[in-house]
């Protein structure tokens, strides 16, 4: 057995090997030397690493791995836990990073006499990096703990030869934050990236609950671009409740630059580990809707200059605690939910606030920026008053970019969204106003916000874009559902003959599936997905994949996600209805989402217009279909369709394929004339449509 113990999943051999997860079974059932369980449970075991590649190698199973693959089964199958072998890995990638030539010399011996060496060498560079050991989030560890990591380290040497030790660790850090969706609160990075910007280029910079970091690195990269960063001029300070995340970002900081770095762990708003700094800028992405922040043992907290934030405000409690820690002039931006601009209970804090020139500005993003995705998340930019100085400012820039929300077709577009934001907030940062730009961003004087509510949320105070792109557009809609109509007019089916209903030789999906006509996949819950999602509401109402940073790909049991291909049709199991879809040009290559079947037909056997087009069928159906209490289910293995020539499939298929531009034809005049509808009625009630 290894010396480090590393422990792999089923899931995991199936990579190793290039293989499903049903392989692995199929293995364990019919090869009594298969290597036994060490680990797991009953449903899940773990197996010995260096038994299954001993195993797979004398069976010739086993396939050229890339060396990262293995490098993470390591760190995942780590017997004292991934996060452990993650610190670990990146102490040792900073040393090899910083004094490559010690690392060669630590590792030409064996495991154990790399473990017994390695403890001073890297306290020699995590102290330059960290500052002193009592105050440090990366505690040096001894040769006791490192032993079991030997071979881990070894391995993330090699990958971080082939990779470099920066790439390596953020490879390996992904993973693992990929593996682990519900365990930490990501910033995805095209949202770190612009408050980095809406902030600035800035020497010291805090993150109070920098989680895993990405808003540090984001404000590292900008001074990077400006030519500091490489001098190590930059301060990078951070804190996390988490020693865990402390420590990982830490680490990853010190391989992302050469700025000090300094983290802490501990509970920000009740241990402050920073209490004497003043920074240029402050970043935070806070914990929402905390109840237990801290409200009853900090009353009487100096860092309340707006007001002691109620105790469902913890967001507030926040805003107040970036603006202390900030210089005379310094810039805070923190994510905050959509609910904490208008609640009442934090309306006086929000007016002083307002009041006294600290809150510059209020941006709301679209749906999906980040957790929560259903949640169309605000950014607050924050400037700390000076003492003494110009007086506050008349007026507070309020943007709402839920113009820029995700199309349906992919993520979100950050570079346009991007653009917009700053566009709107570098004119207004220098000169105190900005020209209104209709439905997305505004001047807002404070008098007009300073009411019973004090509403701050943008959309609120945004006359909404006209629906259609204004009156001026109109016509053009008009123009569009008139052509589409036409359209839909010629594609409208001719009538048919009635004729006596064929008795037709019939088989099922699930024979054509064992005979290899056809390629069945099922959908489940994979691991996150970066990428259009083709989801079963997506096939229902005809739209193209949609792509949500928390979607779930359909999974072999190894976490890998299906991709569509042209010709594959999708067919969703769930709701009763009797659809199938097509996969086009413009679908292929989205990942397949759950209680969906993708069906791959050979195209030399099966026509896959003629396929989708008889399980549209609705006797068909009738007959696959299960019944539960609150859902149906369609077992698509059951369904049935003709046995026919290729060249008679391909005449049904034509058939079929027209029927389905009528169908899109119908659909995109409804939605044609819902937008005229929609917005001839603003039109007419904001006064730029004349009743005549």
């Given amino acids: 057995m290894q010396e480090n113990g590393t422990e792999v999943t089923a899931a995991g051999i199936a990579r190793l090997a290039g293989v499903g997860r049903a392989a692995v079974s199929n293995w364990r059932r019919r090869h009594a030397d298969f290597?036994?369980?060490?680990g797991g449970t009953e449903t899940s075991?773990?197996?010995?690493?260096?038994?299954?590649?001993?195993w797979l190698r004398a069976q010739g199973k086993l396939a050229e791995v890339?060396?990262?693959?293995?490098?993470?089964?390591?760190?995942?199958?780590?017997?004292?836990g991934p996060v452990t072998a993650l610190v670990h890995t990146g102490c040792a990638l900073l040393l090899l990073h910083d004094r490559p030539t010690v690392w060669l010399e630590l590792t030409a011996g064996s495991d154990e006499r790399l473990a017994d060496l390695l403890p001073g060498p890297l306290d020699q560079v995590l102290t330059p990096h960290f500052g002193a050991l009592r105050k440090r989030a990366v505690a040096t560890p001894d040769a006791a703990q490192l032993r079991p990591s030997a071979a881990l380290l070894r391995a993330a040497g090699d990958l971080a030869a082939e990779l470099g030790a920066r790439k390596a660790y953020e490879f390996l850090l992904g993973r693992h934050l990929d593996a682990s969706p519900r365990q930490y609160t990501l910033t995805p990075s095209g949202l770190a990236a612009l408050m980095a910007d809406l902030a600035g280029p800035a020497g010291k910079v805090l993150d109070p609950a920098c989680g895993t970091g990405a808003l540090l690195r984001a404000a590292a990269a900008l001074q990077d671009t400006g030519g500091t960063a490489?001098?190590?001029?930059?301060?990078?300070?951070?804190?996390?409740?988490?020693?865990?995340?402390?420590?990982?970002?830490?680490?990853?900081?010190?391989?992302h630059t050469r700025a000090a770095v300094r983290t802490a762990a501990a509970d920000t708003l009740r241990e402050d580990a920073y209490g004497s700094l003043r920074a240029d800028a402050v970043l935070c992405h806070p914990p929402f809707n905390e109840r237990n922040w801290g409200h009853d043992e900090l009353a009487y907290d100096p860092r309340w200059e707006y007001g002691f934030p109620a105790r469902t405000e913890s967001e507030l409690a926040w805003v107040q605690h970036a603006l202390a820690r900030l210089r005379d002039g310094g810039a805070a931006v923190l994510l905050m939910p959509?609910?904490?601009?208008?609640?009442?209970?934090?309306?006086?804090?929000?007016a002083d606030l307002l009041r006294r020139g600290a809150l510059r500005a209020v941006i709301a993003l679209p749906p999906g920026a980040a957790a929560p995705h259903n949640l169309p998340l605000h950014l607050w930019v924050l400037r700390r008053p000076a003492a003494t100085g110009r007086p506050a400012h008349p007026e507070v820039l309020l943007a709402d970019t839920a113009g820029y929300a995700a199309d349906g077709r992919g993520a979100l577009d950050w570079r346009a969204l991007h653009a917009a934001v700053l566009d709107a907030w570098r004119p207004f940062d220098r000169t105190g106003t900005a020209p209104e730009q209709p439905g997305v961003s505004r001047c807002v004087p404070v008098i007009e916000l300073l009411d019973d509510d004090v509403d701050l949320a943008p959309a609120r105070h945004l006359p909404p874009p006209a629906a259609g792109g204004g009156a001026e557009r109109l016509g053009d809609v008009r123009d569009r559902l008139g052509e589409t109509l036409r359209l839909a007019g010629r594609l409208t089916p001719s009538p048919a003959d009635p004729r006596p209903p064929a008795r037709l030789p019939l088989t099922t999906i699930g024979e054509l599936a064992r005979g290899g006509?056809?390629?069945?996949?099922?959908?489940?819950s994979g691991g996150p997905v970066r990428g259009p999602v083709l989801t079963d509401h997506d096939v229902l109402a005809g739209t193209g994949p949609s792509a949500t940073a928390s979607a779930a790909a359909l999974s072999e049991g190894d976490g890998e996600p299906v991709l569509t291909a042209p010709g594959d049709v999708v067919v969703p199991?769930?709701?009763?209805?009797?659809?199938?879809?097509?996969?086009?040009?413009?679908?292929a290559g989205a990942a397949l989402g759950r209680n969906l079947v993708l069906l791959r037909p050979d195209p030399a056997a099966l026509d896959p217009w003629f396929l989708a087009g008889f399980l549209r069928g609705t006797a068909g159906n009738r007959r696959a279909s299960s019944y539960a209490s609150t859902a149906t289910r369609l077992d698509v293995r059951r369904l049935q369709l003709p046995r026919l020539p290729l060249e008679?499939?391909?005449?049904?298929?034509?058939?079929?394929?027209a029927l389905a531009e009528f169908e899109e034809a119908l659909r995109l005049a409804g939605r044609l004339g819902e937008q005229l509808v929609r917005g001839m009625y603003d039109g007419l009630t904001d006064g730029t449509v004349e009743p005549g």
């Fill in 35 to 38: 290597p036994r369980p060490v």
């Fill in 45 to 54: 075991p773990s197996f010995a690493l260096a038994e299954v590649e001993e």
């Fill in 66 to 80: 890339p060396l990262r693959e293995r490098v993470w089964q390591q760190v995942a199958g780590h017997p004292q």
């Fill in 230 to 255: 490489g001098t190590g001029d930059q301060q990078l300070y951070g804190q996390d409740g988490s020693p865990e995340l402390a420590a990982l970002t830490a680490l990853r900081l010190a391989l």
């Fill in 338 to 350: 959509p609910a904490a601009a208008s609640r009442r209970s934090g309306r006086r804090i929000r």
């Fill in 517 to 524: 006509v056809l390629r069945l996949r099922t959908g489940g």
């Fill in 573 to 587: 199991v769930l709701g009763g209805g009797s659809v199938a879809r097509v996969v086009d040009g413009a679908d």
């Fill in 648 to 657: 008679q499939q391909r005449t049904y298929g034509e058939r079929f394929r």
